[in-house]
């Protein structure tokens, strides 16, 4: 391979690189519906001056039909009126008439058999158009989910989510702080209502208790003193003092 198919290889590589890199898929989808429209628009000129064309190669054949027609009918009547020269000169111009309705007959085949073939590529050019609008909007819509998709992928690998989740367990543990420096605030500073009221229903289980072994203590002290007088003769007077405070708590308790 020579030095200057390389070179003009590589210079194709490069450009085909550089316009592949360059192409925006809407704008690219875009442009080829322009183009397909601008199609469109010159192949209905075409057909319109096709049919045009048509139109007035039937008007001349529609004529020159006519013409030939009308020599005929006056060749007969030179014929019934005994001038056979006029009616050969009358059929000589039918004739002419007739090869030029002949051909122009054999254009107008031709002529409708083209507008056919322009009217049915013209049908197919705009059902193209209407499918190429369609899968636009569809590609334009993926393109823009996959240049959203590749931004927000970008984005995540400029995140760091260690330092992010970390600041996340540092703010949890100060939040669990705050929440026990709050419980411990809040039984320091007092109890309120319910805990109140919870203390009063505590007392009173507490008072009956305490009547409770009043009312036992009082039963059993009318039988003390007779004990204890029974036994007066061998008491010391240390056991006299007890024996009196004992007397004292008795007439508190009962009281």
């Not at 390389?6 to 360059?22: G, H, Q």
């Not at 322009?118 to 993926?142: G, H, V």
């Not at 419980?183 to 009173?204: K, M, N, R, V």
């Not at 004990?227 to 004992?246: G, Q």
Request: proline share 1%.
């Amino acid at each position: 391979m020579g030095l200057f198919d390389r070179l003009s290889r590589v210079v194709r590589a490069n450009i085909n690189d550089l316009v592949s890199k360059a192409e925006d898929p809407e704008k690219v989808l875009e442009q080829a519906v322009i183009d397909m429209q601008e199609d469109l628009v010159q192949l209905r000129q075409a057909v319109a001056r096709a049919i045009a064309t048509q139109k007035r190669t039937e008007q001349q054949y529609n004529k020159n039909q006519s013409e030939a027609n009308n020599w005929q009918q006056r060749a007969q009547l030179a014929l019934s009126k005994g001038d056979e020269n006029l009616a050969r000169e009358a059929l000589v111009r039918k004739k002419s008439f007739s090869d030029t309705a002949a051909s122009l007959k054999i254009q107008l085949d031709q002529q409708s058999s083209q507008v056919t073939t322009l009217k049915r590529n013209l049908i197919a050019l705009e059902s193209k158009i209407s499918e190429a609008k369609t899968k636009k909007d569809m590609l334009r819509a993926r393109a823009n989910a996959a240049k959203a998709n590749k931004q927000l992928q970008e984005t995540m690998t400029g995140i760091d989510t260690s330092s992010a989740l970390g600041a996340f367990e540092r703010m949890e543990d100060k939040v669990m702080q705050l929440e026990a420096e709050s419980e411990t605030a809040a039984e320091l500073g007092g109890t309120g209502i319910e805990q109140q009221f919870a203390a009063l229903e505590a007392g009173s289980g507490v008072d009956d208790e305490l009547a409770a072994m009043k009312a036992q203590l009082s039963g059993t002290s009318a039988e003390t003193p007779k004990l204890e007088a029974a036994d007066t003769s061998t008491s010391t007077p240390r056991d006299a003092v007890i024996d009196a405070e004992l007397d004292e708590l008795r007439s508190q308790l009962d009281k």
